[in-house]
């Protein structure tokens, strides 16, 4: 039995030195590096934390709410680098940690507290590295923080494990990637829930030839069953399973490789069933075609096409666009390009067609004054769009995504949208209208903004936003655009600038269902930015900007100006101001903010960092007052592996009625070694 194992330990030592040879990559030296195994380095960290989470929102007339969360943590973590006989066939990255929590709460509805015992773990296990044929397999535990829009920190439970393998270039004609992967997150608190598990397999290709030529393909399947969302409302199992396929190819041709072709393919499905409604699928097609000549070093032309296809259950549209133009440029002199361009937009399901064509010239002229430098500009478009409704002139549109931007308005992408829209949803639980987001109308424009105490939604998330807007009906109109510009940079710090924008549209043909726009647009100012002695720097801008239209004309005066100064301590302190105005003629929805921004960013000692933000702006030109106050202070300290930092944070949004007020604290004290 003795002599059968050393027989097969000896010819697994023979089988796996073999296989290290066979590569041209392993030298003789590197053949002392064999051992069964080493362990080649060590490093970790020990870290306490303090969290405290505080969040009231009040409303004049109505009920009161709080939220308050301290919490400690200690955390202990380690991680080796391994290896097994040899670098070059397994080394292994190994570690875990253990996390213990322990937190209070107190809210208007109770209090509560309970610990907690969590672990990390990574085990990397990677095969072959620096061979072309390299396999890996990882499995990761972690528990990092989720952040809402309540001022809440709660911690969640991530596991992804899976392998990936590839075939590389010379031992495989083409590049193959292989990658497998699951992904489970689970995790709640202050209002959210997060329950998701995704599954995602894929395969890349690639390759290059020829000197400079490429060609990738890829195939991604991925499945997410989730059950995350706001826990103040229903939650509804989602499942989406998306497949794609990409294709992408360069090519160079032309003894200098004047001539550059790019293309790309994109193929997707997807299939969204939610738990207790109809299944959906999309089918999405988009490919582009983008080539560039370059004719002589001043001289180049280009030639694009686009293509996007989308195929919904409910709407199934097309947009192409083409563009072929040439350009020109000097180092200093004239520069400009000339195209002409087409693009047709059609639904299948409403039996919509806009198409428009026309061209397009821009021409710039730069040269040096006395004194300073000389920017002119000059763009004229044509255009003729060509349109018919089918049985209605009502268009729906499925899903925009909108980033909302806290209390500024972002408008939707379609002008002259019927209000009230359809559906707001975020993780497919839909939102409401004066409680989570605001809509507002100026002129043919409709905005959304978040609401202070929405309990569902944070300020800066992205929502999918499902409407209908008015396309203008049957008709064929000309659009007639002209832009002016100038640009004056004088004595190296005076900057004086005007633009004049002008459009005009007039009807060929039928009778539009909404209004045509001309514009005419002047805008005039001027920007400073001194540096004066021991540091200091003081800058300033004004402009004045008056559009004349149709549909909502508007006149808008800004002011801003910031100086930074040097401070003792090895301190520098920002300071920012702003005042902008804007009258809209035929909107209650105005315009007047007062804003002031400070930073100081101090070394008084030595390892020392100290930071200090301070943000105010209000807004008292529309319907309701607007208002966010914001403080930060922060503390870096180190010394050698030691590090302590600190941050505390407030922010009070206020808007109409309604005020909400968090308050943050983060310290940790952590030691690596």
């Known amino acids: 039995m ?87 066939l397994l080394n292994m990255d190994l570690g875990g940690g253990l996390l213990f929590l322990q937190q209070d709460f107190d809210s208007d509805q109770g209090k509560n507290s309970n610990t907690e015992s969590l672990y990390n773990l990574t085990a990397h296990l990677n095969f072959l590295e620096q061979k072309p044929y390299p396999f890996k397999m990882f499995y990761d535990r972690s528990n990092p923080s989720v952040t809402t829009s309540l001022a809440g920190r709660f911690l969640v439970k991530n596991t992804r494990y899976g392998m990936n393998a590839a075939l590389l270039e010379p031992f495989s004609p083409v590049s193959i990637n292989l990658e497998a992967f699951r992904f489970e997150s689970n995790g709640s608190g202050f209002g959210t829930s997060i329950d998701q598990t995704t599954d995602q397999a894929a395969i890349r290709t690639s390759k290059s030839y020829g000197g400079g030529n490429n060609i990738k393909v890829s195939y991604l399947w991925t499945e997410s069953d989730s059950q995350s969302g706001s826990t103040g409302l229903p939650i509804q199992q989602t499942v989406t399973t998306t497949k794609t396929t990409d294709a992408s190819a360069l090519n160079v041709f032309g003894a200098n490789k004047q001539i550059r072709l790019t293309q790309l393919l994109t193929i997707t499905n997807q299939n969204l069933d939610i738990q207790q409604t109809p299944s959906t699928e999309l089918d999405d097609l988009r490919y582009s075609y983008d080539m560039r000549w370059t004719h002589t070093p001043r001289t180049r032309s280009f030639y694009q096409y686009r293509l996007q296809k989308s195929d919904r259950t409910e709407v199934n549209t097309t947009n192409r666009n083409v563009r072929v133009g ?87 992408q379609n002008p002259f949208v019927i209000t009230p829209v359809d559906v707001v949803t975020l993780n497919q639980q839909p939102l409401t209208e004066g409680v989570d987001y605001a809509l507002r ?5 409709t905005e959304i903004s978040w609401l202070p105490g929405s309990p569902n939604i944070n300020p800066t998330d992205t929502v999918l936003v499902t409407y209908n807007y008015r396309s203008g009906g049957d008709v064929k109109f000309n659009t007639y655009s002209q832009n002016y510009s100038s640009n004056f940079k004088l004595f190296r710090f005076h900057d004086l600038f005007a633009r004049y924008r002008r459009r005009d549209q007039s ?162 004290l952590i030691r690596r070694f």
């Open 2 to 88: 003795t002599n059968a194992l050393r027989r097969t330990r000896a010819a697994l030592n023979c089988g796996l030195l073999g296989l290290l040879l066979a590569s041209p990559s392993l030298s003789g030296a590197q053949t002392a590096d064999i051992t069964p195994f080493k362990l080649t380095g060590v490093e970790g960290d020990l870290a306490t934390r303090y969290n405290l989470d505080n969040y009231q929102q009040k409303s004049e007339g109505g009920d009161n709410t709080y939220q308050t969360r301290p919490t400690f943590e200690e955390e202990i973590s380690i991680l080796t680098h391994s290896y097994a006989y040899h670098p070059s």
């Open 507 to 668: 009807v060929k043909t039928g009778n539009p269902t909404t209004p045509l726009n001309d514009i005419e647009n002047i805008l005039v100012g001027a920007r400073v930015e001194y540096p004066l002695l021991s540091g200091w720097l003081v800058g300033a801008e004004a402009n004045y900007e008056d559009q004349k239209e149709d549909i909502s004309p508007f006149t808008r005066k800004l002011v801003k100006a910031h100086f930074e100064a040097p401070l003792p301590r090895a301190s520098r302190l920002r300071v920012m101001g702003r005042r902008e105005f804007v009258d809209n003629e035929n909107s209650p929805e105005d315009i007047d903010v007062s804003q002031i921004i400070v930073r100081l960013s101090s070394r008084p000692w030595l390892r020392t960092v100290v930071t200090a933000d301070g943000d105010y702006e209000k807004d008292t030109g529309g319907t309701q007052d607007r208002r966010r106050r914001a403080l930060a202070v922060g503390l870096l300290w180190r010394y050698r592996k030691l590090q302590f930092t600190v941050r505390a944070e407030h922010i009070n949004n206020k808007q109409g009625q309604v005020t909400q007020e968090n308050n943050k604290v983060r310290a940790q």
């Open 441 to 445: 109308v100026i002129g043919s424009i």
């Open 326 to 412: 040439a350009s020109y440029e000097q180092e200093e002199g004239w520069k400009g390009n000339f195209d002409v361009h087409a693009e047709k937009e059609d639904q299948d399901t409403t039996d919509f067609e806009r198409k428009v064509y026309g061209t397009l010239g821009v021409a710039g002229y730069t040269r040096k004054i006395r004194n300073g430098s000389m920017d002119l500009g000059v763009a004229v478009r044509v255009d003729q769009t060509d349109q018919s409704t089918g049985s209605t002139d009502i268009i729906q549109v499925i899903d925009e995504p909108v980033t909302l931007n806290g209390t500024t308005p972002v408008p939707l």
